[in-house]
């Protein structure tokens, strides 16, 4: 049995994580490949960093395309090779016209836990406007949405299995930015990269919507490090790149913002 106890500490995700952990222990004894429900961005990041303390199995993420931000796990013994293409996937296209009722992400991602399914089931969701939207869900549902996702919002639709080439990926908008800031706290950064006030900021942060490297930062003055990624649910994320310190020793950092 895994040491799940001490593997946990720490880990903000525990419900989640204990669950992967409970699939490690299974690849670990059976030989076989095994997978994960759909983890968010903070689940996987903190899944991946536990599961690299465990020598015994190796694991890879998947949730259909590059950018995915819900992705499957699946986690093998590392004596056996893993490749993307084992990660379990269908691509649903939920077809309607949405020409006179719009609907948004919300509105799919309504309906479709109004089927009954739990969001771990279901990966990301990208809506096409008036057309309808796509999913990504685990396999074994396809059959089960077919016959119960008929009506998004007022507008009939209809589900068709997909193939993963057919996503109609939207490429994320970057903008590339530097500013000069007398620190590196979190709300001074967050502040410029982010285009929104510093007290806004200081309000965001301390409702807990702000996360660094996935995980929740309550606190304003949190210093930032190259490398790091500044997430806000909403507005998208914050790559902080190179930072110099100038002559009048202010900071100047250069920063990418993906959304």
Do not use: C
């Not at 285009?195 to 930062?217: A, C, H, P, Q, T």
């Amino acid at each position: 049995m895994l040491p799940k106890t001490e593997l946990l500490k720490g880990i903000e995700n525990q419900d989640q994580i204990s669950r992967v952990l409970d699939r490690a222990d299974q690849a670990i004894k059976t030989w076989e490949v095994v997978f994960t429900d759909f983890l968010s961005p903070p689940e996987l990041a903190e899944a991946q960093t536990v599961l690299a303390k465990l020598t015994e199995v190796s694991a890879i993420a998947w949730g259909g395309y590059p950018q995915a931000e819900r992705q499957r796990l699946a986690i093998a013994r590392s004596e056996l090779p893993l490749d993307t293409d084992q990660v379990e996937l269908t691509a649903l296209s939920i077809a309607g016209n949405f020409l006179f009722d719009p609907a948004s992400h919300r509105d799919f991602l309504g309906s479709i836990l109004g089927t009954g399914v739990v969001r771990e089931k279901v990966g990301d969701i990208l809506v096409l406007g008036e057309r309808g939207a796509q999913a990504i869900v685990v396999p074994d549902l396809v059959e089960f949405f077919q016959q119960s996702l008929t009506q998004v919002r007022t507008v009939p639709v209809k589900v068709t299995p997909i193939p993963l080439s057919e996503l109609q990926v939207r490429e994320p908008r970057k903008k590339e930015l530097a500013t000069v800031e007398a620190s590196l706290r979190l709300d001074a950064i967050a502040s410029a990269g982010f285009g929104v006030s510093r007290s806004k900021m200081v309000d965001l942060i301390n409702k807990g919507e702000v996360r660094v490297n996935w995980k929740e930062i309550g606190q304003p003055s949190h210093q930032l490090k190259d490398g790091d990624l500044v997430a806000i649910r909403g507005k998208g994320r914050l790559f902080v790149g190179e930072i110099a310190v100038t002559k009048k020793d202010r900071y100047r950092v250069l920063l990418t913002r993906v959304s």
